[in-house]
């Protein structure tokens, strides 16, 4: 059996897609600034896109996390870390 990842079978996609989500946000912001000075509905238009990637970005973000944490109780990493084992 193969690793998948932590996200499953389509996990390297799901990251790629998640990823470029992050970045659409973080430019969509950077873009505000610039847009403010031309024209407002632009910059309204480009602020809710990135606050709409961030959005799914971090509950994805928050999913993994939540699976890693699930993932080191269940093999009691923490415990065999302070252990030294």
Do not use: H
């Not at 632009?42 to 973000?61: D, E, L, P, Q, T």
């Not at 993932?71 to 302070?82: L, P, R, T, V």
């Amino acid at each position: 059996m193969s690793y998948k990842g932590i996200g499953g079978k389509y996990s390297v996609v799901l990251s790629w897609l998640f990823f470029v989500l992050g970045i659409i946000g973080a430019i969509g912001l950077r873009f505000v600034l610039i847009l403010q000075n031309f024209n407002p509905i632009f910059a309204k238009v480009s602020w809710y896109i990135a606050m709409g990637a961030f959005v799914f970005f971090y509950c994805y973000r928050f999913i993994i996390e939540d699976k890693r944490r699930k993932i080191i109780i269940e093999n009691n990493i923490k415990e065999k870390i302070d252990r030294g084992t």
